[in-house]
């Protein structure tokens, strides 16, 4: 009877642990995560129009129209995306904010320019959490 009994607790054990490691294994790669961009100008004249941005669907790349300030919210992409923008102009400050499964968006990555020689700003920001 205590063999039985001995047999049993190990069983038990022994399942219970694997449980728990299939349930954390399914949480860590059903992890959504939402990549935020923001890219504003610095100062009451600077606009920009030649901006990329890497999304759930590859390079999205913009041109042709003068902006003052833009954001757009892209995903559900996961854990390990690299988040970037990249902006033909000094004169902007880009960031990018991520959220993890419909939680609040937290600044991730930030950057500003200023009028120096810098032509071009590019940030960017691999989702690790």
């Not at 039985?4 to 219970?16: E, G, H, K, Q």
């Not at 728990?20 to 504003?40: E, L, M, P, Q």
């Not at 902006?67 to 990018?96: C, D, H, M």
């Not at 499964?101 to 032509?119: C, D, I, V, Y």
Request: net charge positive; hydrophobic share 30%.
């Amino acid at each position: 009877m205590n063999k039985l009994l001995n047999i049993t607790a190990v069983s038990l054990a022994i399942f219970i642990a694997l449980s728990s490691c299939k349930k954390d294994d399914k949480a860590a790669t059903n992890d959504d995560y939402y990549v935020k961009y923001v890219i504003k100008g610095n100062g009451t004249y600077a606009y920009f129009s030649n901006f990329s941005v890497n999304t759930d669907q590859g390079n999205r790349s913009f041109s042709g129209y003068q902006y003052r300030s833009w954001n757009q919210t892209y995903g559900p992409v996961k854990k390990g995306f690299r988040a970037s923008v990249s902006v033909n102009s000094s004169l902007v400050t880009v960031e990018i904010y991520v959220n993890k499964n419909s939680g609040p968006f937290a600044l991730k990555a930030s950057k500003s320019g200023s009028n120096s020689s810098t032509s071009n700003i590019s940030q960017s920001y691999t989702i690790d959490f």
